[in-house]
C-alpha cells in the first residue's frame, strides 16, 4: 500500500521559509502515485496553503498523518513521532555533537532516516542539494554588507544600494540590480582605497558556481592564483574591474613532504599529510569567499595566527570582508567562531585581538556567517530543490519498509543516504555509534 506523504512546517527559525517540494511538482507526484499527501500548515512558508490545496493536498496541524514526513532542516527532537520515516538535512553524518540527541531519539523510536546530503550517485556526487543558492546569496549579501560597511568608514561606493538576497523577490532580480552597478562600475570605477578590487573563491563547485554567477553581473576579469601577486604588487590593474581569483585543491595546499607532488586522491584519503599554503595570498584579497566542503582531519585554510601576522605587516589590511558560505564554525576559517543569521548575517574580526564584534559597521574584517543561506531565496532555492527530489519520491512511497534495506524496492541512491533503518544505524553509517556513546559519556 502507497504511503502518505507530508510536507513540514519549518520551525528552525523564522527565516525558513523554504519547502522541500513545490505545489507544482506534488501535484504530478500524487497524480503519478494516487498517494494521499498533508501539509502542514505554515504562516512563512513562501508557498501557500492554498497553492498545496489545489494540487491535492490536504492541511493539517503537526506530523501525525505522514507516513514519509519531508522537511529541510532539523526537527526538533520533542517533535518526533515514533515509527516515521522522516527526509531531511540532519546534520548528524559529521557526528555534530548538537544533533546527536535528535540522532538518538530517531532510533529510540524505531523510525527511519533519509539525509539528502547522501543521496548520490554512482560517482558518490550529490543529487539534492541548495548548493547554488548558498552561493548567489552569500555573494549577493557580502556585497549588501560592504556596500554599508565602506560607507559607513566614508568610502562610497555603487554597492551601498544593494541589497541583501531575502531583499530580492528572485536572484534574477538581484542579477538585474547588480548589473546595473556594474555599468557604474564600468563608467565611473572604484575608489581608489579599494583597488585592485579582487575577490578570492575558495572552491570551484556548486556553491563557488553560484557565487561566481552573481559577480559576473560586475564587470569581471579572472586572475589565476599565480598571479594575483604580481597584478597587485605591479599595478597591472584598474578601478573598472572587478579581479576573481578561483582557488583549487592544488592552490591551497601542499604535501608536507619535501619535493612530494600534490595528489587530488592522496589528500582526499591521507588529508593529514597535507598542509595549508593559502596565508601568502592573503594581503592580495579585498574580499574572500569560502565555498569548500570541510571537515576537521582537513588542514584550515584561513587561521587567526595568520590574520595577526597579516595585521602586523598591512594596516589597516586590504581584505575587508570574508564571507564563509559553507560555515563550520572554528573550521576551514578559524575566525567564524560563530554561525549567524539574517537578523544579525555578520560580526566583525579584529585580527590583532583575535577578537569578534556583532555587527557589520566598525573596524575590522566584515565576517558573513549565516550558516542557512539558501532559504534567504525560498521561491527560487525550493523550486530548484523540488524539481531535484521529485523523481525519487514515487519509489520512497512505494518501498517496502517492512523487508531489509536492500529488499525494500528503495531507489539505489536514496538506500545509500539511509542513516537510521527501523530504528537502526545502517553499516555505512555505523560509525556514527561512537558519537551518539561520546555524547551520551
Request: charged fraction near 25%; include cysteine.
Amino acid at each position: 500500500m502507497t504511503k502518505t506523504l507530508l510536507i513540514r512546517a519549518e520551525d528552525k527559525n523564522r527565516w525558513e521559509r523554504r519547502a522541500p517540494l513545490v505545489p507544482d511538482d506534488l501535484a504530478a507526484i500524487l497524480k503519478a502515485t494516487g498517494a494521499r499527501a498533508w501539509v502542514e500548515t505554515s504562516q512563512k512558508r513562501f508557498f501557500s496553503q492554498d497553492q498545496y490545496e489545489a494540487a491535492g493536498a490536504k492541511s493539517c496541524q503537526g506530523m501525525a498523518d505522514g507516513d514519509v514526513i519531508l522537511g529541510v532542516k532539523e526537527i526538533p527532537i520533542e517533535k518526533i513521532i515514533d515509527r516515521k520515516t522522516y527526509v531531511f538535512f540532519s546534520h548528524t553524518i559529521k557526528g555534530q555533537p548538537t544533533n546527536m540527541p535528535l540522532l538518538q531519539r530517531i532510533i529510540d523510536g524505531g523510525c527511519t532516516l533519509i539525509d539528502y546530503e547522501k543521496i548520490t550517485d554512482a560517482d558518490d556526487r550529490r543529487l539534492i542539494y541548495f548548493g547554488p543558492y548558498a552561493g548567489d546569496a552569500g555573494a549577493i549579501d557580502i556585497l549588501s554588507l560592504m556596500g554599508e560597511h565602506w560607507a559607513a568608514q566614508g568610502i562610497d561606493t555603487p554597492f551601498a544600494g544593494f541589497r541583501r538576497a531575502h531583499q530580492y523577490d528572485s536572484v534574477a532580480e538581484a542579477k538585474a540590480h547588480l548589473r546595473e552597478i556594474g555599468r557604474l562600475i564600468r563608467e565611473n570605477g572604484l575608489p581608489e582605497a579599494l583597488c585592485p578590487f579582487t575577490i578570492g573563491i575558495l572552491g570551484y563547485g556548486n556553491v563557488s558556481k553560484g557565487a561566481q554567477q552573481i559577480f559576473d553581473c560586475l564587470p569581471t576579469r579572472r586572475i589565476a592564483p599565480a598571479a594575483i601577486e604580481t597584478m597587485v604588487t605591479e599595478g597591472q590593474s584598474d578601478r573598472h574591474t572587478i579581479y576573481l581569483t578561483v582557488f583549487k585543491e592544488a592552490d591551497l595546499v601542499r604535501p608536507k613532504a619535501p619535493r612530494a607532488a600534490f595528489d587530488l586522491t592522496e589528500y582526499y584519503h591521507h588529508p593529514e599529510r597535507y598542509e595549508s599554503c593559502f596565508e601568502p595570498y592573503l594581503p592580495f584579497f579585498t574580499l574572500l569567499v569560502n565555498a569548500v566542503y570541510w571537515e576537521q582531519r582537513y588542514p584550515r585554510f584561513v587561521t587567526w595566527e595568520g590574520l595577526k601576522r597579516l595585521a602586523q605587516a598591512q594596516t589597516p589590511t586590504k581584505l575587508s570582508g570574508i564571507a564563509d558560505i559553507t560555515c563550520d564554525t572554528n573550521g576551514s576559517i578559524a575566525c567564524n567562531v560563530k554561525s549567524t543569521d539574517s537578523d544579525m548575517p555578520a560580526y566583525r574580526v579584529d585580527p590583532l585581538a583575535g577578537t569578534t564584534q556583532d555587527g557589520h559597521l566598525g573596524d575590522g574584517i566584515v565576517l558573513l556567517a549565516v550558516d542557512n543561506l539558501p532559504c534567504e531565496l525560498p521561491n527560487d532555492a525550493s523550486s530548484f530543490f523540488s524539481n531535484q527530489l521529485r523523481p525519487f519520491i514515487p519509489g520512497l512511497l512505494a518501498a517496502d519498509f517492512s523487508k531489509p534495506l536492500a529488499e525494500s524496492g528503495l531507489p539505489e541512491e536514496l538506500q545509500k543516504a539511509v542513516i537510521v533503518y527501523n530504528g537502526q544505524l545502517t553499516r555505512r553509517f555505523a560509525y556514527l555509534k561512537e558519537h551518539l556513546m561520546r555524547k551520551r559519556s
